[in-house]
């Protein structure tokens, strides 16, 4: 049985980590390398780090800000945001990453997931998308970019299948509708992805308390799970840890790395 990864996802505005509702009203955290650092000594399995605005304000990804985290994190370590070509991901390799995200940039332009895999591996290509159910497409979920404000009218679930044909390793699930509400995963979402392809999936949007996890993993296919909101949202009352995370689980009966 494959272990279940816990994630930290950090929404970066001008080096700093963010917390938004729905990709909205973005609240300040704390300094990138100053949370970096404590979520790898607090156990978190991987970290995802996304430029938000690089993609609308249509620059380079903040590559200073990346190097700083990864020189405070030993873990798998993704970076999205303003990488448009090769050259991108290569820079954002060399700073550090482990693994590029593209989402924006890739609905412009698909090449660039076939690209990248062909040039770094598909275990090195992350899919990341941003999806809305608004019953326009036969799924019901719809592809968003640039930051959630765009729609495209792409079918989210056949993006998916695309995105694995074109060499994706692995499909982070960026729920709009549930994004910071502490309600939950998209589990209905999270059950088409997994019935639509065969790279590992990431959930994203909706995680407020231990029980939404498992509820996740018993339930679909995802392979991982991004908890920022339960780790370190000033909206939560009650922040949790990363060892209290895992020990729930564990005792429920999921595979996480202890």
Known sequence: MLTKRLIACFDIIGGRVTKAVQFKDNIDVAPAEQLAKVMYE????????????????????????????????????????????????????????????????????????????????????????????????????EVYIDGARVATGMDAIEWMKRGEGLGAGEICVNSIDNDGSLRGYDLELMRLAGEAVNVPLIASGGAGKPEHLEELFKTTQAQAAIISSMLYSPRLARNYSVIELKDFLSARGVNVRV
């Not at 800000?65 to 390799?93: E, N």
């Open 42 to 141: 607090a156990g978190v399995d991987e970290l995802i780090f996304y430029d938000i605005s690089a993609s609308a304000e249509k620059r380079p990804i903040d590559i200073e800000t990346v190097k700083k985290v990864a020189r405070c994190v030993f873990i798998p370590f993704t970076v999205g945001g303003g990488l448009s070509s090769l050259s991108d991901m290569y820079a954002a390799l060399k700073a550090g990453a482990e693994k590029v995200s593209v989402d924006s940039m890739a609905v412009r332009n698909p090449s660039i997931i076939a690209e990248g895999a062909k040039a770094f591996g598909r275990q090195c290509v992350v899919l990341s998308t941003q999806v809305k159910r608004t019953g326009r497409t036969p799924s019901g979920y």
